[in-house]
């Protein structure tokens, strides 16, 4: 095997790869909106039914912290998992656009 047809094979594996971490972090990002709802929800029933009466926001918001801990962990976690999957879904997309660039080069070379 040549290093051109090395490199048309890498660039294969990153495309597949890229795929699949695009695709990961689509959906947990769809999965992150949906926990914020989740929570702009509970903390709306939970002040709309009377069970938060903080007189100042910092009260208010410690008590909602109470009762929307679960959810809270949950947001937290969705987006460290983004954050940690983004710079990876950016390596590849460089990776992917210097590869396309040799292939270029490498056409270039061969029709002169």
């Known amino acids: 095997m ?3 047809e090395t490199i048309a094979k890498r660039l294969q594996e990153v495309n597949r790869e890229l795929k699949r971490v695009e695709e990961e972090y689509y959906y947990f990002s769809n999965e992150l909106l949906d926990w914020k709802m ?3 929800n509970m ?3 939970l002040i709309v039914n009377g069970s938060i ?4 926001e910092q009260i208010r918001n410690a008590q909602l912290a109470i009762h929307t801990k679960e959810i809270r962990i949950e947001v937290l976690k969705h987006e460290k998992f983004l954050n940690a999957l983004r710079p990876r879904m950016y390596s ?3 990776e992917q656009e210097n590869l396309r660039y040799v292939i270029r080069l ?3 070379n061969k029709k002169n």
């Open 53 to 56: 009466d903080g007189k100042n």
């Open 2 to 4: 040549n290093n051109f």
């Open 92 to 94: 590849l997309r460089n």
């Open 43 to 45: 903390e709306s029933e």
């Open 38 to 40: 989740n929570l702009f």
């Open 106 to 108: 490498h056409e270039l």
